[in-house]
C-alpha cells in the first residue's frame, strides 16, 4: 500500500502504539492497572526446537460461557475481549521440562503485549507425537499484591506422522456466513463457543484424518485463520466443546497496518509449517467463501510435492464455484487435486479413497 493510504495507515500504527503505551504508563503510575494474566497459545515444535507464542493482558474478567447464556451475556463477553488492554514490553520467563533436559527463556513482549518463544534443544526429543508444558511466569509487571503472574502453555511435537493437515476455521470448520457480512457479524458477537455451530461431521472427519489410515496415527492438524487473537480463548474453546481434534491456532493481530493482509496472513503461516516439517506432506483444507483456493494454488507452485490433496468446502454461488474449477484444473495438471465438496461426507469418501482416513469412518460420513 503506498501514496497517501500508506501514510495514513503507517501514522494509524504509531498513534495506536503511542496510545497504547499511555495508558498504561498512566494505569501503572496512578496504581489503577488491574490484575494481570498470561494467554499462551498452543505452540508447535519439532525434535529439536519448540515454538510457542502467547500475550500478555490485563485481565478482561470474561464470564465462562455455557449452551444457555444469553445474547446479552455473549456481547458483554465479546465486547471485553475486544477492550483488553495489552501490557506492553512485559517481561516472561518460561520454562521447558523434559527427559532431555531443562531449558529456561527470558524474553520481552512487543508494543502489544505479544511474545515469541523459541527453545533450541541441545539434545532431540524422543519417543511419539506429544504435547509438551512450558510454564511461563510474569517478571514485569508485577501486580498491586506484588505476585507475578502464571500459565502453562503446551507445544504439540509431531513424530512419526503420516502427513499434516492445515485447515481455515470460517466457513470450514465454524458456522460463520463470512460472505453475509451482517449475518456475520451478529454470529460473532451474539454467540459463544458452545451455540456456535460446526458443520456437521467436522469433528469426525477430523479425527479420522489426524488418526491416518491405520486408526493408529497422530497426525498434526493446524487452524490458520485471519480472526483477531482476542477470539482464541472463544475458538479455542469451540474445538473442545465440539469435539474437534486440539491443534496450534494461528491468528491475527488485527491493526492498522495488517488489517487488511488477509492472504499474506495465510500464506506466510503456510510457508513457515512447510519449512519446519520439511519430511511432511499437507492436506489443505478451506472454503470458497474467501481466497482459500487462490491462496493454496499458490502454495503449490511455490511448493511442488508438498501438497497431497486440497478439500474446499462450497459456500458460494455457481458463478465462485466456476473459479474454483478452474483454479482445480490447473492443480490437476501439477499433480494435486482440490476438490470442490457440498459437505463433509464427500470429502471423507474422497479422502478414504485416496488412503488418508479408515474406510467408513464412523461419524464423518454425514454431511
Same mark, same amino acid.
Given at each position: 500500500m503506498g501514496g497517501w493510504k500508506g501514510r495514513a495507515v503507517a501514522a494509524g500504527g504509531v498513534l495506536e502504539g503511542w496510545f497504547d503505551r499511555l495508558r498504561f504508563g498512566l494505569k501503572r503510575r496512578t496504581g489503577r492497572l488491574g490484575p494481570i494474566e498470561i494467554l499462551p497459545y498452543r505452540g508447535h515444535g519439532t525434535r529439536d526446537a519448540l515454538f510457542l507464542k502467547g500475550r500478555v493482558l490485563e485481565?478482561?474478567? @470474561?464470564? /465462562?460461557? =455455557? &449452551?444457555?447464556?444469553?445474547?446479552r451475556r455473549n456481547l458483554r463477553n465479546m465486547v471485553r475481549r475486544f477492550l483488553s488492554s495489552e501490557i506492553p514490553h512485559a517481561r516472561v520467563r518460561a520454562s521447558l521440562r523434559s527427559s532431555r533436559?531443562?531449558?529456561?527463556?527470558?524474553?520481552?513482549?512487543?508494543?502489544?503485549?505479544?511474545?515469541?518463544?523459541?527453545f533450541e534443544l541441545e539434545e532431540s526429543l524422543e519417543g511419539d507425537t506429544a504435547?509438551?508444558?512450558?510454564?511461563?511466569?510474569?517478571?514485569?509487571?508485577?501486580?498491586?499484591?506484588?505476585?507475578?503472574?502464571?500459565?502453562?502453555?503446551?507445544? @504439540?511435537? /509431531?513424530? =512419526? &506422522?503420516?502427513?499434516?493437515?492445515?485447515?481455515?476455521?470460517?466457513?470450514?470448520?465454524?458456522?460463520?456466513?463470512?460472505?453475509?457480512?451482517?449475518?456475520?457479524?451478529?454470529?460473532?458477537?451474539?454467540?459463544?463457543?458452545?451455540?456456535?455451530?460446526?458443520?456437521?461431521?467436522?469433528?469426525?472427519?477430523?479425527?479420522?484424518?489426524?488418526?491416518?489410515?491405520?486408526?493408529?496415527?497422530?497426525?498434526?492438524?493446524?487452524?490458520?485463520?485471519?480472526?483477531?487473537?482476542?477470539?482464541?480463548?472463544?475458538?479455542?474453546?469451540?474445538?473442545d466443546v465440539h469435539g474437534v481434534p486440539a491443534g496450534p491456532l494461528f491468528l491475527k493481530d488485527w491493526s492498522f497496518t495488517t488489517v487488511r493482509d488477509h492472504d499474506r496472513h495465510k500464506l506466510d503461516v503456510i510457508r513457515t509449517l512447510l519449512a519446519t516439517y520439511p519430511d511432511l506432506p499437507f492436506v489443505l483444507i478451506g472454503d470458497s467463501g474467501e481466497r482459500d483456493p487462490e491462496i493454496y494454488r499458490q502454495v503449490v507452485h511455490e511448493h511442488p510435492g508438498r501438497v497431497h490433496t486440497i478439500y474446499i468446502r462450497d459456500v458460494t454461488t455457481g458463478e465462485r464455484d466456476a473459479a474454483v474449477h478452474v483454479i482445480a484444473g490447473e492443480l490437476r495438471s501439477h499433480g494435486v487435486e482440490m476438490l470442490l465438496t457440498a459437505g463433509t461426507a464427500e470429502a471423507a469418501g474422497h479422502a478414504a479413497g485416496k488412503g488418508l482416513i479408515v474406510p467408513n469412518t464412523s461419524s464423518a460420513s454425514s454431511k
Open positions: 485481565t478482561p474478567g @470474561l464470564a /465462562p460461557s =455455557g &449452551a444457555g447464556d444469553s445474547r533436559g531443562a531449558y529456561e527463556l527470558e524474553v520481552m513482549a512487543d508494543n502489544e503485549g505479544f511474545f515469541d518463544l523459541r504435547w509438551y508444558p512450558v510454564e511461563i511466569e510474569l517478571l514485569w509487571p508485577r501486580t498491586r499484591e506484588g505476585n507475578g503472574a502464571r500459565a502453562m502453555g503446551s507445544v @504439540l511435537v /509431531p513424530a =512419526g &506422522a503420516r502427513f499434516g493437515v492445515i485447515s481455515d476455521l470460517d466457513d470450514t470448520v465454524i458456522r460463520s456466513s463470512v460472505t453475509d457480512l451482517l449475518k456475520m457479524v451478529r454470529i460473532a458477537l451474539l454467540s459463544n463457543a458452545h451455540t456456535r455451530l460446526p458443520f456437521e461431521g467436522v469433528a469426525g472427519f477430523y479425527r479420522a484424518l489426524q488418526l491416518g489410515p491405520g486408526g493408529e496415527d497422530f497426525n498434526p492438524i493446524f487452524y490458520v485463520s485471519s480472526s483477531p487473537w482476542n477470539l482464541y480463548d472463544m475458538l479455542e474453546d469451540f474445538l
